[in-house]
C-alpha cells in the first residue's frame, strides 16, 4: 500500500511539470551581470562562446577589457586601459575556452524549484570542496532550459580570506551567433601588438575555469603526494585535516615561485606537505634551552681567507656519508654533530669511512639540556662521546625516530672517538670559511623556523625573516663546503630532512650576506682521537 501511493506520487509529480535540462550547447551568446557582493561589484558582461571554431569573445564593463581568445589561430588578445590610453596584447597558444555554463551536466543534481528575480525557476547543484570546506555551485534555469543564474558559493580560488559569493545573472541568451560573425575580426588595435609580457589576469578564467576539474585536480595531487611519501592516515577527520595543510602548503609554494620571480631560490612540495608550521616547530625543530657553558676546549679563531680555494666540497673526499633523515624527532643536534664527526675522523685517519649511530646519541646523550627526540646541542654530542670512549656505527645501533633505551653498554663500538672540541669564532663566517677550508666539515646551528625555508628546492636560499642571534638557533645543520652560482656565494649545508628535501638532502645557504641565518652564530667541530 505504501509503496504503491510513493509510485503514484512519483507520476503525478512527472505529470506536474518537465524539469528542464542544463543547456549544453556548442554555441552561446549571453550577456547579463556578474556580481561579487563582498566587493560590491556589478558588472555587465557579454560572452559568445564558440566551440564550433575553437574562439570566443568577453566584454566586461561593456568593453572596457575585451578578451579574445581565437585558439583555432593560435593566439589571444586582451584589449583594456592601460593609465588612461586603451591597448592591446596578444599572447600566442591555444588553452581552453571558458564557459559559464556547468561543463559536465550529468555531474549535477536537480535539486527542485524557486524563484530567482522573480521567475520560476529550475535548480541544479554541484558540490564543491576547496581549502576544506564544502559549498555548492547552483545552476538555475527557467521552464524552457535558459539559463537564469549561476550562483557559486564559497568557491574561494581568489581569495583565502572571506567566503567567496559570485553571481553571473543572464538577462539575454540564445545559441543562434551568426549575427555576431563581426566580432571575430581582429580590432585594428591589435595590428602590431606586442606580447603580453605577464600572465593575463581573466576573471572568468580564475573563476569559471575551474568549475569541475578543481576538486579533482585537488584530489589527485593530494592522492599523489600521498603515494610518494607513503603517507596514511588514521580516519577521515585527520585525512581531511592533512588535506586542507597540503592544500595550504602548496599554496605557499606556488605562490613563493610564482610571485618571487627575482628569488635566488625556489621552493617545492615535499614530505613535510601536511604538517602544520606548528606540528613543524614543536617536533623537528623543538627549541631547547641553552647551557651556560658548552665545554668546548678551545676556539677556532683564525679569520684568514685569503689563502683558502674560491670554492670546496668535502664530498668530493669520499669521507661525507650520504644525506640521512631525521624524521618526525627533533634529533638535528645528533645528525649535525654526527656528520661532522664522521668526516673529520676519516679525514685524520684516511681510511674508511663509518656512519655513526644518531640512535646512541637520542637514547643515551642526556648531558646539559640535550634531550633525545625534545633537542639538543652538538657541543653535549661530543661531550658524550668523549666520555663514553667512543660511539656505535650506524648499523650496529640503528636509528628508530624515537626516545629509547640506552644500549651503549650492549653494542660494539666503533672506534671513533673525540678527543676534544672546538667553538669557531662567534659571527664569524670568515673563521667559519677558515675553519671549513682546512678541518673538514663543520655542524652549525641555523635559525630553520622561516616558513619557506622547510620547502627549499634549489638556488641559494637567502631569508628575511630568519634571524641570527643565539637565542634563535634551533636547528643543527653541517657546511660541507661553499661555492658561488651567479655571482651568489654559498655554504653547502648537509640538512637531515631526507633526499625528499631540497636538491637532494642538500641546501645551498647564503653565505657573507650578514651571516644570514645565523649560518656562524654557533659553529663547532670535535677533534677525533
Ligand atoms: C588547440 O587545441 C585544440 C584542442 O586541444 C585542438 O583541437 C586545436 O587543433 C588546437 N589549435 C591549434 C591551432 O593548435
Ligand atoms: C602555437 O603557439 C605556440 C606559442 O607561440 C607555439 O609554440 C606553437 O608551435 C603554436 N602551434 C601551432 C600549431 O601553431
Ligand atoms: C537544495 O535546495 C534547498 C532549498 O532551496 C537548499 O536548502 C539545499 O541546500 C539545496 N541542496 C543543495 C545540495 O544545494
Ligand atoms: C664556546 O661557545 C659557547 C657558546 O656557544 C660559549 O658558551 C663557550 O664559552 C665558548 N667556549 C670557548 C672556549 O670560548
Redesign the pocket.
Known amino acids: 500500500m505504501f509503496k504503491q501511493s510513493l509510485v503514484l506520487f512519483a507520476v503525478v509529480a512527472a505529470v506536474a511539470y518537465a524539469v528542464p535540462s542544463i543547456p549544453n550547447p556548442s554555441q552561446y551568446y549571453m550577456s547579463g551581470t556578474f556580481s561579487i557582493p563582498y566587493f560590491n561589484i556589478v558588472e555587465p558582461i557579454e560572452l559568445i562562446y564558440d566551440g564550433v571554431n575553437n574562439r570566443q569573445y568577453i566584454s566586461y564593463y561593456n568593453g572596457m577589457d575585451i578578451t579574445l581568445n581565437l585558439f583555432e589561430q593560435n593566439i589571444s588578445y586582451s584589449i583594456g586601459p592601460q593609465v588612461n590610453t586603451l591597448i592591446c596584447q596578444t599572447i600566442p597558444g591555444n588553452g581552453s575556452l571558458i564557459t559559464v555554463l556547468p561543463p559536465i551536466p550529468s555531474e549535477w543534481?536537480f535539486?527542485?524549484t524557486?524563484t530567482v528575480n522573480g521567475i520560476d525557476v529550475f535548480?541544479y547543484?554541484q558540490?564543491v570542496v576547496n581549502y576544506g570546506k564544502a559549498a555548492?555551485y547552483?545552476f538555475y534555469v527557467n521552464s524552457d532550459g535558459t539559463p537564469v543564474q549561476f550562483y557559486l558559493n564559497g568557491v574561494d580560488f581568489i581569495f583565502d580570506s572571506h567566503p567567496d559569493v559570485y553571481i553571473l545573472d543572464f538577462t539575454t541568451w540564445t545559441t543562434d551567433i551568426s549575427q555576431y560573425g563581426s566580432i571575430w575580426e581582429v580590432p585594428a588595435l591589435c595590428n602590431n601588438a606586442e606580447e603580453a609580457t605577464h600572465a593575463q589576469f581573466d576573471q572568468f578564467e580564475e573563476i569559471f575555469g575551474h568549475i569541475d576539474s578543481s576538486n579533482k585536480k585537488m584530489d589527485s595531487s593530494f592522492d599523489q603526494f600521498k603515494k610518494q611519501f607513503g603517507k596514511t592516515y588514521e580516519n577521515t577527520l585527520e585525512h581531511n585535516t592533512r588535506f586542507a595543510t597540503y592544500k595550504q602548503m602548496l599554496h605557499r609554494v606556488a605562490t613563493h615561485n610564482a610571485h618571487n620571480s627575482e628569488s635566488t631560490y625556489k621552493l617545492a612540495m615535499n614530505h613535510f606537505g601536511d604538517m602544520s608550521d606548528e606540528e613543524f616547530r614543536k617536533f623537528i625543530i623543538p627549541h631547547v634551552d641553552r647551557d651556560e657553558n658548552n665545554g668546548a676546549s678551545e676556539v677556532h679563531d683564525n679569520e684568514d681567507v685569503s689563502a683558502l680555494p674560491a670554492s670546496l666540497d668535502w664530498r668530493t673526499s669520499g669521507c661525507v656519508t650520504p644525506v640521512k633523515d631525521q624524521g618526525v624527532c627533533g634529533s638535528c643536534w645528533t645528525f649535525g654533530s654526527l656528520a661532522s664527526l664522521e668526516t673529520v675522523a676519516c679525514l685524520k685517519h684516511n681510511k674508511d669511512l663509518i656512519s655513526l649511530s644518531e640512535q646512541e646519541l637520542v637514547d643515551c646523550a642526556y648531558v646539559g639540556q640535550s634531550m633525545g627526540c625534545n633537542g639538543g646541542f652538538a657541543s653535549n654530542a661530543y661531550q658524550y662521546i668523549m666520555n663514553a670512549g667512543g660511539i656505535a656505527t650506524e648499523s650496529d645501533y640503528p636509528y628508530l625516530m624515537q626516545n629509547a633505551y640506552c644500549k651503549a653498554s650492549t653494542v660494539q663500538n666503533s672506534g671513533v672517538r673525540v678527543q676534544s672540541y672546538v667553538n669557531v669564532t662567534a659571527f664569524s663566517e670568515a673563521a667559519l670559511q677558515n675553519a671549513v677550508a682546512t678541518v673538514g666539515v663543520v655542524a652549525v646551528a641555523i635559525d630553520a623556523s622561516a616558513p619557506d625555508f622547510r620547502y627549499y628546492s634549489s638556488g641559494v636560499y637567502y631569508s628575511t625573516v630568519c634571524q641570527s642571534g643565539l637565542d634563535y638557533l634551533d636547528h643543527e645543520v653541517a657546511v660541507l663546503g661553499y661555492g658561488t652560482d651567479n655571482g651568489q656565494q654559498y655554504w653547502i649545508v648537509k640538512n637531515s630532512w631526507s633526499t625528499y628535501y631540497g636538491n637532494e638532502g642538500i641546501v645551498w645557504m647564503a653565505m657573507n650576506r650578514d651571516n644570514n641565518c645565523g649560518i656562524a652564530s654557533q659553529a663547532t667541530y670535535p677533534i677525533a682521537v
Open positions: 543534481s535539486n527542485g524557486s535548480s547543484t558540490k555548492y547552483t
